[in-house]
Structures are given as C-alpha cells and as structure tokens.
C-alpha cells in the first residue's frame, strides 16, 4: 500500500527480474542454508529443517532434494 503497487504486481516483477517466484527463492535460500548447517553443524535433519524455516519434514526433504539434488540425510553423511 505504501508504494501503491498490489502484492501481484510486486511478485510479478520480481519474477521477471529473478526467473523465481517469491516462494521458489525464499526456498533456494533456505536449503542452501540448510546445506551449510547440514555440512558443518552437529545437528539432525529435522532440527536443521526447523532452524532453517521448514515446519514440515516431509516438504523440507522434497523441496531440498529438488534444489540441492540429494537428500538431506546424504548432505549430512558427508561430513
């Protein structure tokens, strides 16, 4: 309301700038933090998934897989 633009149009443009909806980048961001707690942290995979903003386990190891390419159990074997 303050810049007078409606939430879909911020989105909008956002999108064309970045390739990535809001959400899509809110979760880059988030699993490659997760991917540094993972490689460098002595925490399970259900904290790291809370400390990093996931509520939901089962969608925290989808969503990682789909943007790191592994599980997350296997990010944190690495070690």
Do not use: W
């Not at 700038?17 to 490659?32: D, K, P, Q, S, W």
């Not at 904290?47 to 969608?59: I, K, M, R």
């Amino acid at each position: 309301q303050h810049v007078n633009f409606c939430k879909s149009h911020v989105c909008r443009i956002f999108r064309d700038f970045t390739g990535y909806t809001v959400t899509e980048m809110i979760n880059r961001l988030r699993c490659a933090a997760a991917r540094d707690l993972l490689l460098t942290k002595e925490i399970t995979v259900a904290q790291c998934a809370e400390q990093c903003g996931f509520t939901n386990l089962s969608y925290f190891t989808k969503t990682y897989k789909s943007i790191i390419g592994e599980l997350p159990s296997e990010t944190y074997k690495k070690k």
